[in-house]
């Protein structure tokens, strides 16, 4: 009696259909195969299914032939192996026959074929049948690859917007030289792909989705940190330029070149107060929205009173540099700063103790 083996060492007929294996007859071989199919078409194990009735077709009319499937585990060779071999027993004890069992072994690459010991142990095998599927590997490849990429996010992602970028830098150096502005497309070119550069190498591709989220939700939340945090940006950007203002009219003042470290107290020192604006805002408008949310702790409270010591010495130290303010203001002023944070952290602890006791 001849039996047609359809091996599938890495039991992708079991996990992907959850058919149980061995599966023995022609009728359930191809049913197995058009299962395997309809949920993954591109799984070569579905041609070896089909090869298997294949086979049997052809044999049967000259001898007594069965066809059977099996199917070993994902993952370890051994334990695919001794699966293997278990299933393959239990097809040959099924077999109501007193002849002897002689095996064909169809697979779809040598993968499979290293069970061969493991049935030649249990019944003679006769041949070896490897399904390779004819194609035009080249151009098949090619379309193949090709698809993959268009349809994988990540890898479109990847791919095609540099070399969207790369393709769009003629008509544009055409649109910039009738706009008499030759040099402003390579400049804008480079750019844009330096900057595309940096952001897939450093991964903010992440980070910019949960802030975008988290903006989102802020604003169909009615979260107060989505205004707070747009005014303490405004509120940088003129702190900013309040600073280039006030290292303007130092040097201006001095009348000559300035030494690193006054250039850095003038910017400090006109953009201190702002900044702190828009500290103290940001800090207030997330303390808002975790009090109206249940999340407050007395602790959050330290915020404002850090953002005011903060400022304060960084506006007396570089006030100092600049020869605006005395060496004893700046010592006072470093202590006052000192006392407030420590105190204000002891007193909000304290307040947040006592609040958690009384809970209890």
Same mark, same amino acid.
């Given at each position: 009696m001849l039996l047609v083996l359809c091996v599938d060492l890495d039991d992708d007929l079991g996990r992907k259909t959850e058919t149980s294996t061995p599966v023995v007859g022609r009728d359930a071989v191809e049913?197995?195969? $058009? #299962?395997?199919?309809? $949920?993954d078409p591109e799984d070569s194990d579905v041609n070896v299914l089909f090869e298997g009735v294949h086979l049997y077709d052809d044999l049967s009319t000259d001898e007594r032939v069965e066809v059977a499937a099996v199917t070993g585990v994902e993952g370890s060779d051994v334990q695919? =192996?001794?699966? &293997?071999?278990?299933?393959?027993?239990e097809v040959l004890a099924g077999l109501q026959t007193s002849?002897? &069992?002689?095996? +064909?072994?169809?697979t779809d690459g040598a993968q499979d074929e290293s069970v061969l010991p493991v049935i030649r142990s249990r019944a003679r095998i006769d041949g070896v049948r490897r399904v390779v599927v004819r194609q035009a590997q080249d151009l098949e490849s090619m379309y193949y690859t090709i698809?993959?990429?268009? =349809?994988?996010?990540? /890898?479109?992602g990847t791919i095609l917007v540099p070399l969207g970028v790369l393709l769009l830098i003629y008509p544009l150096a055409v649109l910039a030289s009738f706009l008499g502005l030759p040099g402003a497309v390579l400049g804008l070119s480079? *750019?844009?792909? *330096?900057?595309?550069?940096?952001? %897939? *190498?450093l991964g903010l591709a992440d980070a910019v989705d949960e802030l975008v989220e988290r903006a989102r939700d802020s604003l169909y939340t009615g979260r107060v940190t989505l205004i707070t945090y747009v005014v303490a940006a405004a509120l940088l950007v003129i702190g900013g330029v309040e600073g280039v203002d006030r290292l303007n009219d130092y040097?201006?003042?001095?009348?000559?070149?300035?030494? &690193?470290?006054?250039?850095i107290a003038a910017l400090v020192n006109g953009a201190a107060t702002w900044f702190a604006a828009a500290g103290l805002t940001s800090s207030v408008g997330q303390i808002t929205d975790e009090y109206l949310h249940d999340g407050f702790k007395w602790q959050y409270l330290n915020a404002p009173f850090y953002v005011l010591a903060i400022a304060a010495v960084l506006y007396a130290l570089s006030?100092?540099?600049? %020869? /605006? +303010?005395?060496?004893?203001?700046? #010592?006072?002023?470093?202590?006052?700063?000192?006392?407030?944070?420590?105190?204000?952290?002891?007193?909000?602890a304290v307040i947040e103790d006592r609040g958690v006791r009384t809970a209890k």
């Open positions: 049913d197995a195969a $058009v #299962a395997l199919a309809t $949920v695919a =192996n001794r699966a &293997v071999g278990t299933e393959v027993d002849e002897e &069992v002689r095996t +064909v072994i169809v698809k993959q990429v268009l =349809n994988d996010p990540e /890898t479109r480079s *750019g844009a792909l *330096g900057l595309y550069a940096l952001f %897939r *190498g040097r201006a003042a001095t009348g000559g070149p300035l030494p &690193v470290t006054s250039v006030g100092f540099f600049l %020869r /605006t +303010v005395s060496l004893p203001t700046l #010592a006072a002023v470093l202590t006052v700063g000192t006392l407030m944070s420590v105190l204000s952290t002891l007193a909000f």
